[in-house]
């Protein structure tokens, strides 16, 4: 029997293999398994250093704060001033009073202390769980707009004012609270927070807002009276000036609030609650120098920065305004507006009033308004902006209105870009369009120049017509205008800016419109510029020679007519491009004008059913480029390479016949000049006597050469009722002369019908014969005559000459001149129809 301990060896042999292998593998999976944890945990590890990373780039240092807040001389951020471009004028100061911010610290000891009550009301009103937390809360991390606690109320007012709401500034935010409660205490916290909160009407800190209130030192504050000041500074709006009630009810809410968390006994509470607390009126508002000029740059500065943080303090905003320009527009305008509005001179100052001239007789609107602007177009700044001003009386706004036809500038514009010059002739006839002109008054032919400039819609409707609504829409928004929505003064004195600097816009981007600024800088308390814009930004809209046909156009003294030619309300001391503007109904007026330095734009409204003219802004238009242009040398603009000056004939733009009785200078993009000669004005000979045309048969003593302007025939009436003089279109009666026998055409026949090859016959002699030739013309009274026969033998009614008639037709004059010894010349002359067979 064989022995079976090999079997049992061979079996336990087999089970350690399997335990072995069963081992490898554990430790094959834990070593795959704990390598894989290890690169997912630094992939982890990674990740959060580069989101820590990312979130801690460019984070704000947490000892920012102190120096905001704990400066050393116990002064806080001063108020936010708003300068003249000099910065010795203060325009406007975002505080309610003179008086400096002061720094009022907690505290046991100090006897100027903030009120434990005012401590104590904040935190039960805005952050209950204070002493508790960390400085953050992540209950709300995915709601941007708010901000939970103190600290972090701290750090976004401060630090994160100007990062847009995102994840990333939430966390940002809890990050910087998380610090400053950890290094700084919440004590210190909560002291920043008293002496920095915003309770509205521009008071920042409690010692400012209690003031302002309570017209005491925050020191000397009740529990009722802190429980309202930490209720205002949760909901600045709800102050005691603008919501008095609702912050009496917000006030009692909190009281009760720390009454909840045990922060006051249940007899202080009774107390505070049985208090009736009286409010300081709110102080007169000064006066502002320039306020339509204020709102117009916090609009622009809105778009760098929050409001609440320029408001907050600590920065001077330098503006571009000249101050005493600005002082020298207010009062133009308000004494222009007074006069407007049939009212006395206002009883102010003006040293300007020398330039403004007197409005025309009658032209009064008890209900209307006016704005003006002057802008800087080679800095793209705004240097002086009036609001609307009604009856001597200047508001703060400054609102856009309807352009009417102050900017069909842009049509022409359109018009020059597509072949057409300011010589280019329109018809304003009727038929043409059915926009009327202003003053119901067709007048007929004229370059387009003459239309530009006088205001004419009529020619600019059939100019629209002619290149297309999207076109010129395409061209006025380049400008940053559009012809089909109101227009603000900034706007359009930016536009027509472009046309003053040569077709380039000199400016700034601002909330993505590029217009005039109204800022120069914004310098921090320390010195540091948040903002400058001294510098314009610079884009280029159209080329100098397109700019310079506009420019050439609206300075043209000589292209007025009416009462801007009598008047001579758009001349002042130097070349000035001057575009007026008008609604059909009359209640928006315009005058926009500028030269190479400065725009000017005017609007004049009115209210009721008042309808205005352009004459009224055109007077104040006048005073305030005289009163900008002052100190400045005349500036023309330079003929540009691209473009060509020509003479032409008035109206036709064409080039100049002796005809012409107008010849001008008109100026052309290179490429564009014209052609061919003027046909407009036609030379006629004209029977003095029956008005007729001459004919070769008139006696000579009897014609007068006329010029006349020949209209189409679609204008004919126009010029009838125009009393222009219409050249005759009948000819003189024809009679056969009286027959010579020396001096005669015998064939062929008077009025005869010939072709081909026609045989001249007839006699050519008698005393004194020298020499002969035979001529033809076309017409009743040939202007040009061809000779077709001579001889120098005297012909008996004989052959005087052949004609070939071949590729001619119609009415011709065939004439026969005999010369004499004593230069005398006899002609003969007969009339017939050539006609083709």
């Not at 308390?525 to 159209?542: A, F, I, R, Y």
């Not at 001889?791 to 008639?805: K, P, Q, S």
Request: with cysteine; charged share 20%; aromatic share 8%.
């Amino acid at each position: 029997m064989p022995s079976i301990l090999p079997i049992l060896r061979a079996r336990r042999e087999r089970r350690i293999a399997r335990r072995r292998e069963r081992a490898d593998r554990s430790r094959s999976f834990l070593l795959s398994a704990g390598m894989l944890l290890s690169l997912l945990t630094a992939a982890l590890l990674l990740a959060a250093a580069f989101l820590y990373a990312d979130l801690t780039r460019s984070l704000p240092s947490p000892q920012l704060i102190p120096l905001l807040l704990n400066p050393p001389d116990g002064l806080l951020l001063q108020p936010t001033r708003i300068t003249d471009r000099t910065g010795e004028h203060t325009l406007y100061t975002f505080a309610p009073s003179d008086s400096p911010r002061r720094y009022i610290p907690l505290g046991e000891t100090n006897p100027q202390r903030l009120p434990q009550a005012l401590a104590d009301a904040v935190i039960a009103r805005s952050d209950p769980n204070f002493w508790k937390h960390a400085g953050y809360n992540l209950t709300s991390l995915t709601n941007y707009q708010l901000h939970d606690t103190l600290a972090q109320r701290l750090v976004f007012d401060l630090l994160l004012f100007n990062e847009p709401p995102s994840l990333r500034r939430a966390l940002r935010e809890r990050l910087l609270a998380a610090q400053i409660t950890a290094e700084f205490g919440r004590t210190q916290i909560l002291e920043w927070y008293l002496n920095s909160a915003n309770f509205g009407r521009y008071a920042f800190g409690a010692e400012a807002a209690a003031q302002l209130y309570f017209g005491k030192s925050a020191a000397e504050l009740t529990a009722a009276e802190a429980a309202i000041l930490a209720a205002v500074s949760d909901a600045p709006s709800l102050n005691p000036h603008d919501a008095p009630q609702t912050a009496l009810e917000r006030g009692e809410e909190t009281i009760r609030k720390m009454s909840a968390l045990g922060l006051l006994s249940d007899e202080a509470t009774a107390n505070a609650l049985g208090e009736s607390p009286r409010f300081q009126p709110p102080p007169p508002t000064p006066p502002q120098p320039a306020p339509a000029f204020v709102n117009l740059l916090l609009a622009q500065l809105d778009s760098q920065f929050p409001r609440e943080r320029i408001e907050r303090g600590g920065l001077t905003i330098i503006s571009t305004l000249d101050f005493d320009l600005q002082k020298q527009a207010s009062c133009l305008t308000a004494f222009y507006a007074a006069r407007l509005a049939g009212l006395p001179d206002p009883l102010i100052e003006c040293d300007a009033l020398r330039y403004l001239p007197a409005l025309p007789p009658g032209l009064t609107s008890a209900d209307s308004s006016a704005s003006a602007i002057i802008t800087d177009p080679k800095k793209g700044q705004v240097l002086a902006l009036v609001g609307e001003t009604f009856q001597a009386q200047e508001t703060p706004l400054v609102g856009a209105h309807s352009p009417g036809s102050s900017l069909d500038a842009f049509v022409y514009l359109t018009a020059f870009t597509r072949g057409l010059s300011p010589a280019s002739l329109i018809w304003d006839i009727p038929g043409k369009t059915s926009v009327q002109n202003f003053d119901g008054v067709h007048h007929g032919p004229m370059r387009l120049r003459v239309a530009l400039a006088n205001d004419y819609p009529a020619p600019a409707a059939q100019v629209l017509a002619q290149m297309g609504a999207e076109n010129v829409t395409k061209i006025a928004e380049s400008f940053g205008v559009s012809r089909d929505a109101p227009v603000s003064l900034w706007k359009a004195a930016g536009a027509y800016g472009v046309f003053a600097q040569n077709g380039v816009y000199f400016g700034q981007n601002v909330g993505g419109d590029f217009v005039p600024v109204t800022i120069l800088r914004v310098e921090g308390g320390d010195g540091s510029v948040w903002l400058d814009w001294s510098t314009p930004q610079v884009k280029p809209v159209v080329t100098p020679g397109l700019a310079y046909l506009v420019n050439h156009s609206l300075s043209d003294e000589t292209a007025r007519t009416g009462w801007l030619r009598d008047t001579r309300l758009l001349e002042v001391d130097r070349p000035a491009a001057v575009k007026l503007g008008q609604t059909e109904n009359g209640f928006d007026t315009w005058t926009i004008g500028y030269s190479p330095l400065r725009v000017v734009a005017v609007w004049t409204g009115s209210r009721a059913d008042t309808k205005l003219s352009p004459r009224a802004p055109a007077t104040l238009w006048k005073a305030l480029m005289q009163a900008a242009s002052q100190n400045l040398p005349p500036e023309d603009w330079a003929l540009p390479l691209e473009v060509s000056v020509v003479n032409v004939c008035d109206p036709s733009g064409m080039l100049p016949t002796p005809d012409c009785p107008n010849i001008v200078n008109e100026v052309f993009l290179h490429g564009s000049e014209p052609q061919h000669a003027d046909t407009m004005y036609r030379r006629f000979a004209v029977n003095r006597e029956t008005n007729l045309l001459a004919t070769v048969f008139t006696l000579p003593q009897l014609i007068e050469e006329r010029v006349y302007l020949v209209v189409p025939p679609e204008a004919r009436a126009w010029a009838e009722g125009a009393g222009l003089a219409i050249p005759p279109s009948a000819y003189d009666v024809i009679q056969a002369p009286p027959f010579n026998p020396d001096v005669n055409i015998s064939t062929p026949a008077l009025f005869a019908e010939v072709s081909g090859t026609v045989r001249i016959e007839g006699t050519a002699a008698g005393a004194d014969f020298v020499s002969y030739r035979v001529l033809v013309g076309q017409g009743l009274d040939p202007r040009e005559w061809i000779q077709i026969g001579e001889g120098t033998e005297a012909v008996a009614n004989g052959l005087l000459a052949e004609w070939d008639t071949s590729g001619i037709s119609g009415l011709y004059a065939v004439q026969l001149q005999v010369i004499r010894s004593d230069q005398r010349v006899d002609t003969a002359i007969i009339q017939v129809t050539v006609t083709q067979r």
